[in-house]
């Protein structure tokens, strides 16, 4: 069964670094979502994609994460500097055309900024 | 903007007994999509249930039931026979029927089943 791979499992970062989070979505999923989960409380979307063109991004901090999909196929989002508050687990999900709100998510990446 | 209320922190059960997890939302939509998803300890997040808001009749998958009350804006999970598999976060989501994708989750419940 098809699955959403994200990488690396578990990143570990000092404040100020640079940090890179990698998800590939579903083969033929046109729309690819970055979701943010601090412990304790539900995702919180950062971005969202439709093939290559961002739809969404009015709840990503601009200052600091940035988040593409050049070919509208796998997608990377970064954030630099890291904070201490970008803690969180950083979950992608993808969805084909038409799906009304189905989401397939991966497993995540799980952020510590010491 | 779309609001999703988890009261229910933690929930337990005993193995083999039913559930109910609540969830409330606030909209002023009346065309929308409300979802329970799952997310077991340390796998992906797993859609349980959807309901279209236009249909009177309570979705049921398996195990799994939903109560949606459209006026009163609540939308809960049962889960009956549990098992221990059953084990997880259950968040409960809002989509839109207009726009784009987005799903609105609540705060989750951690439901433990109890053997």
């Known amino acids: 069964e098809a699955e959403v791979a994200q990488s690396p499992r578990y990143k570990i970062t000092e404040k100020s670094q640079a940090v890179a989070f990698w998800c590939d979505p579903i083969s033929g999923h046109a729309t690819l979502y970055w979701y943010r989960q601090i412990l304790g409380q539900g995702p919180e979307l950062l971005v969202q994609?439709?093939?290559?063109?961002?739809?969404?991004d009015s709840q990503l901090p601009k200052d600091r994460f940035s988040a593409e999909r050049l070919k509208g196929v796998d997608s990377t989002l970064k954030i630099q500097p890291a904070e201490l508050g970008d803690s969180a687990m950083y979950l992608c999900?993808?969805?084909?055309?038409?799906?009304?709100?189905?989401?397939?998510f991966g497993a995540g990446t799980r952020l510590s900024v010491l | 903007a779309q609001t999703v209320t988890q009261s229910q922190p933690e929930m337990s059960v005993q193995e083999a007994e039913t559930v109910t997890l609540s969830c409330t939302y606030d909209?002023?939509?009346?065309?929308?999509?409300l979802f329970w998803y799952k997310q077991p300890p340390s796998r992906q997040m797993i859609l349980v249930i959807r309901?279209?808001?236009?249909?009177?009749q309570n979705a049921t998958e398996n195990r799994f039931s939903v109560n949606f009350q459209k006026a009163a804006k609540s939308f809960s999970l049962k889960i009956s026979d549990s098992q221990l598999g059953d084990a997880a976060m259950y968040f409960c989501a809002y989509r839109s029927e207009v726009g784009n994708e987005k799903l609105t989750f609540g705060t989750g419940t951690r439901l433990t089943i109890i053997p």
């Open positions: 999900a993808s969805s084909p055309r038409g799906a009304r709100g189905i989401q397939y």
């Open positions: 994609f439709q093939d290559e063109s961002v739809v969404d």
């Open positions: 309901q279209e808001a236009y249909k009177q």
């Open positions: 909209t002023s939509e009346s065309d929308y999509y």
